[in-house]
């Protein structure tokens, strides 16, 4: 089914960065909504889907004029000090409707002339290839982090059947570090994965952040286990993998492959 899409007219673009997101001054979110409308989300849990009367994932909102919006929230906030941004903390910035709307690239051209101090681009999409030209601007003020959870298809496919094939995003993170753009893969949350994953992340970053439900959820896990993802587990007799210590088994694998300092854990791995 393709999503409801509506154009709305935002006051605003720029949200203070609060709880797991305290390291940065501001987040800015291109779109309310988000069509990869994956399983475990935590936004399903929050008041802009909840009070939206309509599944999570078949709805987006356009931000019409966010450039012009932001333009001016960011001139307004550099002038009081130091900002940094976390783009994005309800959605993805280059989910399908990005091809035709290009907000996120208005965006990221608004900051080309006026940088902040620092920005995290949070995506799960091979979209963010596009791109390229606009972030090796940005230099060292910027980095992708691209959402790699599992090495396997067919997990991928169980839990976010509509977002990204898993090799696209491998081949991004790839074709980003060629061209020179700051990187990390965020195997955020943690789903099963197969012991080579390790080494299919090493030729192609430096940086690696590992999170599950039990850290990075805001409620120790009981937010997403209001979700039901638990029967997702289930369904696939992994029920192994839900649990506060499956991240264990990973990070020591990442550890045969990374140096320590390359490998980071929940919150600080998605830090300025």
Request: with cysteine.
């Amino acid at each position: 089914m393709n999503p409801q899409y509506l154009y709305k007219t935002p006051k605003t673009l720029l949200n203070k960065g609060t709880g797991f997101l305290s390291g940065y001054t501001h987040s800015l979110n291109p779109y309310t909504g988000c069509s990869f409308g994956c399983s475990y989300c935590y936004v399903r849990q929050m008041p802009v889907s909840i009070f939206r009367n309509a599944e999570w994932g078949t709805w987006v909102d356009i931000k019409q004029h966010a450039a012009d919006v932001f333009g001016k929230e960011l001139r307004k906030a550099k002038a009081k000090g130091r900002v940094t941004l976390f783009m994005s903390s309800s959605t993805d910035p280059y989910q399908p409707i990005e091809h035709k709307e290009a907000i996120t690239r208005s965006l990221l051209e608004v900051m080309v002339n006026e940088p902040p101090d620092f920005l995290l681009v949070q995506t799960r999409s091979p979209l963010v290839r596009r791109d390229i030209d606009l972030l090796l601007q940005l230099k060292d003020k910027v980095r992708v982090s691209m959402t790699i959870e599992t090495d396997l298809e067919d997990i991928r496919k169980h839990f976010t059947p509509n977002a990204p094939p898993l090799a696209a995003r491998f081949k991004t993170l790839q074709l980003l570090a060629e061209a020179g753009v700051p990187t990390q893969a965020a195997i955020a949350p943690l789903l099963p994965s197969s012991p080579a994953f390790p080494d299919k992340l090493r030729p192609l970053v430096t940086r690696v952040c590992l999170d599950d439900y039990f850290m990075g959820d805001g409620s120790s896990g009981k937010r997403t286990r209001q979700l039901g993802i638990e029967s997702l587990y289930e369904q696939k007799s992994m029920q192994e993998w839900y649990h506060p210590s499956a991240y264990r088994k990973v990070y020591e694998g990442l550890k045969r492959v990374f140096d320590e300092d390359e490998i980071h854990i929940s919150q600080e791995g998605f830090e300025p």
